[in-house]
């Protein structure tokens, strides 16, 4: 599970945060008519391993008037747009149903919520918008639905912070989601952020909440140790000391990590993390040249969300006939 993964899931597992970011995004008719007193976290994952590239579930029950509505609170944590998310929420919301099925229980409908957090611009559309010049009399065979799409970039920081939610511990979170792959303002900004929850802080819970923000700030900016306890300091000292501790503990993990994995993987490790840096440095060197992503990945017979990832610094999985830095000749000359 990635970093934003992790994040994202711890977030809004905690029921505060799921209630009052849903009440402040679903339809008004729809929000009047749920008992939030009845909400209730799932334990069970409908994610499978293909769609666990695309969403880190987090499903809440909630009575409905008389009836059961479950809220799914779906994130996509990609930093591109990937038209293919109203097939991946169908596919989704198929899973749910075949769980009722198995628990020979009556359906339950689904309200999927998707937040974005991405840099680019992205207005995702229905399932029949992923057929290409569908035929009118076809359209009504293709099964379609709605769902709630949140792109953070639509809010300002202002607005995030002042207006639209209620909560400084959600506040906080989604300030950092929307500027995460900004790291020079983030890093301008965390003052800011942070002062939203001077008051929470001082509570042995929003401490615990704090040192999550810190460690996901630590694993995917490049913010400077130093920079973050600058921040946080001054709205509470006990919040500096638990970034230098983090920073810390994240070293540590990362060393005893590192020799895991080494005896773990031995050469074989090395020749995939050898692969990964030459596969980076072979799409940074494209990319200044002025190649677009989705042409490198056509040149490198790669999906474009691997070229993504790996401009992102993150996780993937190296395709066979990568390994061993064998990249072929199409990038030889970028």
């Given at each position: 599970?990635g970093h934003?993964?992790?994040f994202?899931?711890h977030?809004?597992?905690?029921?505060?945060?799921?209630?009052?970011?849903?009440?402040?995004?679903?339809?008004?008719?729809?929000?009047?008519?749920?008992?939030?007193?009845?909400?209730c976290?799932?334990?069970?994952?409908?994610?499978?391993?293909?769609?666990?590239?695309h969403?880190?579930?987090?499903?809440?029950?909630?009575?409905?008037?008389?009836?059961k509505?479950?809220?799914?609170?779906?994130?996509?944590?990609?930093?591109?747009?990937?038209?293919?998310?109203?097939?991946?929420?169908?596919?989704?919301?198929?899973?749910?149903?075949?769980?009722?099925?198995?628990?020979?229980?009556?359906?339950?409908?689904?309200?999927?919520?998707?937040?974005?957090?991405?840099?680019?611009?992205?207005?995702?559309?229905?399932?029949?918008?992923?057929?290409?010049?569908?035929?009118?009399?076809?359209?009504?065979?293709?099964?379609?639905?709605?769902y709630?799409?949140?792109?953070?970039?639509?809010?300002?920081?202002?607005?995030?912070?002042?207006?639209?939610?209620?909560?400084?511990?959600?506040?906080?979170?989604?300030?950092i989601?929307?500027?995460?792959?900004?790291?020079?303002?983030?890093?301008?900004?965390?003052r800011?952020?942070?002062?939203?929850?001077?008051?929470?802080?001082?509570?042995?819970?929003?401490?615990?909440?704090l040192?999550?923000?810190?460690?996901?700030?630590?694993?995917?900016?490049?913010?400077?140790?130093?920079?973050?306890v600058?921040?946080?300091?001054?709205?509470?000292?006990?919040?500096?000391?638990?970034?230098?501790?983090?920073?810390?503990?994240?070293?540590?993990?990362?060393?005893?990590?590192?020799k895991?994995?080494?005896?773990?993987?031995?050469?074989?490790?090395g020749?995939?993390?050898?692969?990964?840096?030459?596969?980076?440095?072979?799409?940074?060197?494209?990319r200044?040249?002025?190649?677009a992503?989705?042409?490198?990945a056509?040149?490198?017979?790669?999906?474009?969300?691997?070229?993504?990832?790996?401009?992102?610094?993150?996780?993937?999985e190296?395709p066979?006939?990568?390994?061993?830095?064998?990249f072929?000749?199409?990038?030889?000359?970028?």
């Amino acid at each position: 599970m990635g970093h934003h993964d992790i994040f994202f899931k711890h977030t809004f597992s905690i029921k505060e945060h799921a209630v009052d970011f849903a009440s402040h995004v679903l339809p008004a008719e729809i929000n009047a008519k749920l008992d939030y007193s009845t909400i209730c976290l799932e334990n069970t994952s409908y994610v499978d391993k293909e769609l666990s590239e695309h969403f880190s579930d987090t499903v809440y029950s909630c009575s409905y008037e008389q009836s059961k509505i479950k809220i799914a609170l779906l994130f996509e944590h990609k930093s591109w747009p990937d038209n293919n998310l109203p097939y991946q929420l169908n596919r989704y919301m198929i899973k749910m149903l075949e769980y009722n099925i198995k628990q020979k229980e009556a359906f339950v409908p689904v309200i999927p919520i998707v937040l974005y957090h991405g840099k680019e611009n992205w207005k995702p559309g229905s399932l029949k918008s992923c057929f290409k010049d569908l035929p009118e009399e076809i359209a009504p065979f293709i099964p379609d639905f709605k769902y709630i799409f949140v792109d953070l970039s639509h809010y300002t920081d202002g607005e995030i912070a002042d207006r639209i939610f209620t909560l400084a511990s959600l506040k906080i979170s989604l300030l950092i989601l929307k500027n995460i792959f900004h790291a020079e303002k983030l890093e301008k900004e965390l003052r800011n952020f942070f002062e939203i929850g001077r008051i929470y802080f001082q509570e042995e819970k929003g401490l615990k909440f704090l040192e999550s923000i810190i460690r996901y700030i630590f694993q995917v900016t490049e913010i400077k140790t130093l920079r973050v306890v600058e921040a946080i300091k001054p709205v509470t000292p006990k919040g500096g000391d638990l970034a230098m501790t983090t920073a810390e503990k994240l070293r540590q993990e990362g060393k005893r990590e590192g020799k895991r994995e080494g005896k773990r993987e031995g050469k074989r490790e090395g020749k995939r993390e050898g692969s990964y840096n030459t596969l980076y440095s072979v799409i940074q060197i494209m990319r200044k040249n002025g190649i677009a992503d989705e042409n490198i990945a056509k040149m490198m017979n790669l999906d474009i969300y691997i070229v993504k990832k790996v401009l992102n610094r993150e996780e993937i999985e190296i395709p066979l006939n990568l390994l061993g830095g064998e990249f072929g000749a199409s990038t030889q000359g970028a």
